[in-house]
Each structure stands twice: as structure tokens, then as C-alpha cells.
């Protein structure tokens, strides 16, 4: 398997522009979880969802952002209108089971630069 | 209070140095402890996991957990330049329950 996939890998907009961010898990995967990393918070979770469905969204920071999975191998990370405090490293991970919470497997991520 | 601290460095050693990775939590019903490598421009990979208390080890790394201070470590020995990166504690109540992580410490292993 090609682990997860996300795209693109560099994002830089202006803000107030929309941004949208792909996500691809590891086949067989029920779990995708959605992070941004910054070195001031680290890594923090955004949402989850489990089977398609958005399980708990309480890490997103503001009605900005919005996630979605339509389907079991594609989730999309929308910001609408984007800000430059959402400069960051958005990071997608899937497992396969939460009780083996421990294997969790990351993309390499999208740098989101906005100007 | 962060849920979990983490000293960022950034941590400089020579090749063959024995290092040290610490990590302090505040949340007493952590049970689940795990340490994640990251390379530069890469995402996270699990490295090592605990469950409550004690030494765990693979190969140059070991893993202490000591509860009852709210203190992680990762010990590795014999560093080499390929563990140069960036390792982020993480930490779980229990399975199911979202992880938390430490902000990192950047490590650089001098040849």
C-alpha cells in the first residue's frame, strides 16, 4: 500500500481565499483523523471520523473549517475564508482499529502558507 | 496547563551518544504512551508504545514510563545521524480516546 496520500503537498494563498486540502487513507482503514501541526501548539486534532462519519469535531478551530468523507478512501480539510493564522502543516492519518490506538499512520502533509 | 510538556530542544549530540527524550503530563488517567518520529518534510511515525508503567524496549531504544511522576522518557543508545529528526511524545486514557501529543524536540546527531 502507498500509505496515506495527501494533496497537494505545498499550499500558498491569499487570505480570504478558500482552500481546500485531499486526503487519501491507507485502504481498509476505519479511521481518519485530520491535524495541524505548528511549533507553537504541536500536533492537534482537528476532527475524526470513523466509517465516513464525523465522529467528534471539537478541535476545529472555528466554522472556517470544514471536513468532509463522501466516501471510504477520500476526505477533504476545506478553510473558508482562509486567514494567515492558519499558516500550518495539516496532516491526515488513518487506522485501522481505534483499539489499537497506537497504529496510527500519517501523510506527509500539506504546508498551507497564507499570505 | 498543557496536557502534555515537552522541552523543544533543539538537542545536539555526537554519533555514539547515549540521548534523552523527556516528556511530562498532567492528566493522571494517561495509559497509553507512545513516542513518534519525525523526519524533516515527513509525517509522524510511531516509534515505540507503552501501556502503564515500566521499560520497554527495541533494539537502541527504550522506552520508561514512570506514572506516579507524569514522566515519560525515551533513551537511545549508540545515536547515529540517521535518528536526526524531530520525536513527539504522545499520550491516550484509553483506547479510543484522542491522543495527545507533545510539541517535539528537534535531535541532531553529529557524525
Known amino acids: 500500500d502507498a500509505g496515506v496520500i495527501q494533496s497537494p503537498r505545498h499550499e500558498v494563498t491569499e487570505m480570504g481565499q478558500e482552500v481546500t486540502l485531499r486526503c487519501k487513507p491507507i485502504?481498509?482503514?476505519?479511521?481518519l483523523f485530520w491535524y495541524r501541526q505548528t511549533m507553537m501548539r504541536g500536533l492537534e486534532l482537528l476532527i475524526y471520523?470513523?466509517?465516513?462519519?464525523?465522529?467528534?469535531d471539537s478541535g476545529m478551530p472555528e466554522d472556517r473549517f470544514s471536513a468532509k468523507m463522501p466516501n471510504a478512501s477520500f476526505s477533504t480539510l476545506k478553510i473558508q475564508p482562509s486567514e494567515p493564522r492558519d499558516s500550518a502543516v495539516y496532516f491526515c492519518?488513518?487506522?485501522?482499529?481505534?483499539?489499537?490506538?497506537?497504529?496510527?499512520?500519517f501523510g506527509s502533509g500539506t504546508q498551507l502558507s497564507v499570505l | 496547563q498543557k496536557e502534555v510538556e515537552q522541552d523543544p530542544g533543539p538537542l545536539s549530540v555526537p554519533e555514539g551518544a547515549i540521548v534523552s527524550l523527556n516528556c511530562t503530563y498532567s492528566?493522571?488517567?494517561?495509559?497509553?504512551f507512545m513516542w513518534y518520529r519525525q523526519y524533516s518534510r515527513k509525517g509522524p511515525e510511531l516509534l515505540m508504545y507503552?501501556?502503564?508503567?515500566g521499560n520497554k524496549e527495541d533494539g537502541r531504544f527504550t522506552a520508561q514510563v514512570d506514572k506516579s511522576s507524569k514522566y515519560i522518557s525515551l533513551f537511545i543508545r549508540d545515536s547515529q545521524p540517521s535518528d536526526s529528526a524531530t520525536y513527539l511524545c504522545?499520550?491516550?486514557?484509553?483506547?479510543?480516546?484522542?491522543?495527545?501529543f507533545g510539541t517535539g524536540t528537534s535531535l541532531t546527531v553529529i557524525p
Open positions: 504522545a499520550m491516550s486514557g484509553s483506547t479510543g480516546n484522542q491522543f495527545y
Open positions: 492519518a488513518s487506522s485501522l482499529d481505534w483499539t489499537l490506538n497506537e497504529k496510527l499512520f
Open positions: 485502504s481498509g482503514h476505519d479511521y
Open positions: 507503552t501501556y502503564s508503567s
Open positions: 492528566n493522571s488517567a494517561f495509559q497509553y
Open positions: 471520523f470513523n466509517n465516513n462519519v464525523p465522529i467528534d
